[in-house]
């Protein structure tokens, strides 16, 4: 699972702003980590965490070639176990957790992990929760019915909903979410990402030409 357009939505809509210490769930090959580094101060340290070996090389590489390599590090282990078990408290959580219920058999089991879900939304948001800082803020990237099922499943506060509407004129097909523990006022709004003509809305484009080599 490389480069994908909810990652790349979720890196740049994330909010970085007064971050210290932020935390990458499951982050596949690090590219919204890398993403989150690129956009945030100089003395931000981000932590990836990713459970397929083979995809934790490749952070780990794209890491060290990364010039914001001292400021990122991997953990190779399970996001429970790493979210119950690090002393540390982050000011940002992210998550592009699996989303699709058990379909069509993968070719292999890596693609099956990344894509199928084996834990709820609900379980990883209260994972993101126990090590989350005071006032910290947890963003995830979901479909958009799962999106709003979480938001009705959880004590924590939605204080920003995105909803992500792939072609002008068509449903909203993924949300992106923040979550506090404190009640701020919620910001709602939507993101159409391809115009009639399917070129890239100006809103997309604002939003994520830091990361596009040709936009």
Known sequence: ????????????????????????????????????????????????????????????????????????????????????????????????????TQGVECKNDERA????VQQSHLDWLNWAASCLSEKGKISFVLPYEAGKTLINSTALYCIKQTDVITKIGKDPQRMLLTFSRENLPQVKDSLVIYDENNQYTEAFIALTKAFYLKM
């Open 1 to 100: 699972m490389k480069v994908g357009t909810d990652g790349i939505l979720l890196g740049a809509w994330a909010d970085v702003s007064d971050c210290q210490r932020i935390l990458d769930m499951g982050t596949g090959t690090g590219l919204i980590a890398l993403m989150l580094a690129q956009r945030s101060h100089e003395h931000c340290q981000i932590e990836a965490v990713e459970l397929d070996l083979l995809a934790a090389q490749q952070v780990q590489e794209n890491f060290q070639a990364s010039p914001w390599h001292n400021r990122l590090h991997l953990t190779y282990q399970d996001v429970q176990t790493y979210c119950q078990k690090t002393a540390h408290q982050y000011d940002l959580i992210v998550a592009n957790p699996p989303y699709f």
């Open 113 to 116: 992990l990344a894509r199928y």
